[in-house]
């Protein structure tokens, strides 16, 4: 599966964006699709996942009540709304791929290119 993300850009705190991520190629029913983020000398951290039917969705604690992930399956896609933008939710934004949901990147076998998230003070 290839999965191509979109929808970064620049934005002042407060604002929003949402990112989309299109999968294509091999896709088989059952993968979680997750965003993860890597800010400049950071570890990628967790931000959120969902399972294959929507029903079930985790995010980490630092964008609880600001971002959701939500998907498309008819259009192969994921998204994340991020509201209430911060500062510190700067960093290249990932979608991922995989069999299980969870938040450690080993977990995920399939990767987008990253979209940039810059949010100005």
């Known amino acids: 599966v290839q999965l191509q993300a979109s929808g970064g850009g620049l934005v002042q705190a407060g604002g929003s964006l949402r990112l989309s991520c299109v999968a294509s190629?091999?896709?088989?029913?059952?993968?979680?699709l997750g965003w993860f983020r890597q800010a400049p000398g950071k570890e990628r951290e967790f931000v959120a996942a969902?399972?294959?039917?929507?029903?079930?969705?985790d995010s980490a604690d630092s964008v609880k009540g600001r971002f959701t992930i939500s998907r498309d399956n008819a259009k192969n896609t994921v998204y994340l709304q991020m509201n209430s933008l911060k500062p510190e939710d700067t960093a290249v934004y990932y979608c991922?791929?995989?069999?299980?949901?969870?938040?450690?990147?080993?977990?995920?076998?399939?990767w987008g290119q990253g979209t940039l998230v810059t949010v100005s003070s």
């Open positions: 991922a791929a995989g069999r299980m949901l969870g938040r450690f990147p080993p977990m995920y076998d399939a």
């Open positions: 969902i399972s294959w039917s929507g029903t079930t969705t």
């Open positions: 190629g091999p896709i088989f029913r059952g993968p979680i």
